[in-house]
């Protein structure tokens, strides 16, 4: 009787899981909408200046971050935290936070402009391929097993 329990534990995990990564898709797909409104490329209401498009894209990016590692890793038994992957992920992290609060500092007159890493252009560039590679790296741990 414990196995049929573990196989629907199992089963129910496995909808949680991929139904994770399915949200963090359609975060992304927002993401994507605000980089584009960021460039002037798409109108969006709530899109006003440089700030507002770079603070959619921070609470976009982690939103899809968070959708997608911890669910997995409270849920999936073979997530490991260990793994190559997740400390790479998060390190990743760590640099998109403190690319923010830089950011934030900068634009709240706190701390002296750093064009490479404060300009406006720069900052979404480095803010948006630290998101896509942690997006990349999550979804790699539903196909390889590290």
Request: charged fraction near 10%; proline fraction near 2%; include cysteine.
């Amino acid at each position: 009787m414990a196995t049929v329990q573990e196989e629907k534990t199992s089963n129910f995990s496995d909808i949680i899981v991929y139904s994770s990564s399915v949200l963090g898709a359609i975060l992304g797909v927002f993401y994507i909408l605000i980089l584009l409104a960021s460039f002037n490329v798409l109108e969006l209401p709530l899109i006003v200046d440089n700030f507002s498009a770079f603070i959619g894209l921070a609470i976009f990016g982690f939103a899809m971050c968070m959708t997608v590692y911890p669910i997995r890793a409270s849920l999936h038994k073979k997530f490991k935290w260990l793994s190559f992957l997740t400390i790479f992920a998060i390190v990743l992290g760590s640099l998109a936070s403190a690319e923010i609060i830089i950011v934030i500092l900068v634009e709240f007159g706190k701390m002296a402009s750093i064009p490479i890493l404060t300009g406006f252009t720069n900052s979404v560039i480095i803010l948006s391929v630290i998101v896509f590679t942690k997006l990349i790296t999550a979804s790699l741990h539903l196909f390889v097993d590290f």
